[in-house]
């Protein structure tokens, strides 16, 4: 069953990973060793086909084979490396207003979730769960049944999810006053003002938490403090620029919040081994054959 899914994964996928006309539906295809990739997870369910992924955020890693699935939950700074090739992967990107639908269709929509704050997780996939997003990847091999059917699709592939090991944070996923669901919207606060002063206080305020129940979820979810996420976008950002080459050092520091260049400088050695100058030109002759047309995502 898995190899039917790659099969149709390597069908549609363009480059290393892609768009496609199916709603919610990002595809990814690997060949040969890749350098690791620093990329902004967004929330989304990456069903794993062949080869194997690890992630790393901040303390937290995840290891992802052939036949599992891997739930993210948050906004989330990570480093990408496939520990084997080829790689193919499906990714669904959740609709929040189909799954609540489907809770309140199963009547589930009140139940009470265990209070976690996950950002990342990783469970084995059903037989029933590998065909239903089979089919949904093979709606691309007939386009004109992707309108009546990929909803549907959609739909079942959810139910499926609800009725795994995964059900629980999912169906957090869809309250309003959810650990996961306050978390969730402090990552999208500081992704959206990561250049500015971060009050800690302040977000925790406006998450209706305390600063020491934030930080202990946050650090939950993320594996790092908020500063810690900011500090991880900034760099993240910072090595993007430079790579492409439009701006000085000086400049690209000042652009992502630092005050200092001084501190950019030593900050950006202490997370990728080199001065950024020196880091650019090494990913100039090392990443050219890593770069996609649209965000890696899987």
């Not at 739909?155 to 306050?182: C, F, K, N």
């Not at 501190?263 to 950024?276: C, I, K």
Request: proline fraction near 7%; glycine fraction near 4%.
């Amino acid at each position: 069953m898995l190899d039917r899914l790659a099969a149709a994964i390597v069908r549609h996928c363009v480059g290393l990973g892609s768009e496609t006309a199916v709603p919610r539906l990002f595809l990814a295809a690997v060949e040969e060793p890749i350098e690791p990739i620093d990329v902004l997870y967004e929330p989304m369910i990456c069903f794993v086909a062949s080869g194997v992924k690890r992630t790393t955020a901040g303390e937290l890693k995840q290891v992802a084979q052939p036949g599992e699935m891997h739930l993210t939950t948050i906004d989330l700074p990570v480093t990408i490396e496939l520990d084997q090739v080829p790689y193919r992967a499906a990714v669904m990107q959740p609709d929040d207003q189909a799954l609540t639908e489907l809770l309140v269709e199963l009547d589930e929509s009140g139940q009470t979730a265990p209070l976690t704050a996950g950002g990342q997780l990783h469970a084995p996939m059903t037989p029933e769960l590998v065909d239903a997003v089979t089919r949904w990847v093979q709606l691309l091999d007939t386009p004109e049944d992707i309108r009546p059917l990929a909803t549907r699709i959609e739909s079942e592939i959810l139910y499926r999810l609800l009725r795994s090991s995964l059900g629980p944070v999912l169906r957090q996923w869809s309250l309003a006053d959810s650990a996961t669901t306050r978390v969730r919207k402090v990552a999208r606060w500081i992704c959206a003002h990561y250049t500015e002063p971060l009050s800690i206080d302040a977000i925790a305020a406006a998450a209706h938490m305390s600063p020491a129940s934030l930080h202990r979820h946050f650090k939950a979810a993320t594996g790092m403090s908020p500063l810690k996420y900011q500090k991880h976008l900034r760099m993240q950002e910072a090595r993007r620029r430079l790579l492409a080459g439009h701006a000085t050092v000086a400049q690209i520091a000042q652009a992502v919040g630092y005050v200092s260049a001084t501190q950019f400088n030593r900050e950006y050695r202490s997370a990728y081994g080199l001065p950024p100058g020196q880091d650019a030109a090494r990913l100039r002759t090392r990443h050219t054959h890593n770069r996609t047309a649209t965000p890696w995502r899987a």
